[in-house]
């Protein structure tokens, strides 16, 4: 199976901030990344798709990028509505994997 | 507007079985590959199986390989997961969710159920 890393496991920040973080894959995954965001006691929900394809929706200051095998996704100025947990999830293999989540958290 | 809702959760002993059902609405339910993803207490998400369109092909993480299986009727617009031999650390909540595009590539989850908690202990 592939093998998805997400760099940090948390990260304090300020409103307004920019804030990033990475998910590195086992293997090629191409550009089959999707970001997903997660509040406490909530469903995920889908930010980006296909490595840098902003979902409906989703405010614009969230974005996302590939640089070879590291797929980031940037807040350029983070919102209070911001502070949850990040997922990365690979789409190129039918074994779905996910990274093992980044905590954003108020500093 | 797309629903998905799971019921079947609950306490069972370990060792145990366990049948998980997820009713789907506002979408053709029989177009869309689904999956389940538990997320264990405190824990990440953890992509447990994927059913396509029509019922196959399946499949399923190393971890409950063996033990899960995931079926679907598309005439009633229903999810299901057996889940067998239960374990301390299947212990999470199971979300259903909708796989929108590709199954691989460009492929993700779009709709997401809210979920419902198993709990496996003695």
């Known amino acids: 199976d592939i093998q998805m890393t997400q760099s940090p496991s948390s990260l304090s920040a300020s409103v307004g901030d920019r804030v990033t973080i990475t998910c590195r894959a086992s293997?090629?995954?191409?550009?089959?990344l999707n970001w997903y965001q997660q509040k406490p006691g909530k469903a995920p929900e889908l930010l980006i798709h296909?490595?840098?394809t902003l979902q409906s929706g989703v405010p614009t200051r969230f974005s996302g990028s590939v640089s070879g095998a590291d797929f980031t996704l940037t807040i350029s100025s983070v919102q209070p509505e911001d502070f949850a947990t990040y997922y990365c999830?690979?789409?190129?293999?039918?074994?779905?994997?996910f990274g093992q989540g980044t905590k954003l958290e108020i500093k | 507007e797309v629903h998905l809702v799971e019921s079947g959760g609950g306490l069972v002993k370990p060792g145990g079985s366990l049948r998980l059902s997820c009713a789907g609405s506002g979408f053709i339910f029989n177009m869309y590959s689904l999956i389940w993803v538990r997320q264990a207490p405190g824990k990440g998400l953890e992509w447990v199986s994927t059913i396509r369109s029509s019922g196959s092909p399946t499949y399923y993480a190393a971890s409950v390989t063996g033990r899960f299986t995931i079926s679907r009727d598309n005439a009633q617009n229903s999810l299901n997961l057996e889940m067998n031999n239960l374990r301390a650390e299947d212990t999470g909540v199971y979300y259903c969710?909708?796989?929108?595009?590709?199954?691989?590539?460009?492929?993700?989850?779009?709709?997401w159920g809210q979920g419902t908690l198993v709990t496996v202990s003695s």
């Open positions: 999830q690979q789409s190129s293999s039918d074994y779905y994997t």
């Open positions: 296909s490595a840098s």
């Open positions: 293997r090629n995954i191409d550009t089959f």
């Open positions: 969710a909708r796989w929108l595009g590709a199954a691989t590539g460009t492929g993700r989850i779009d709709y």
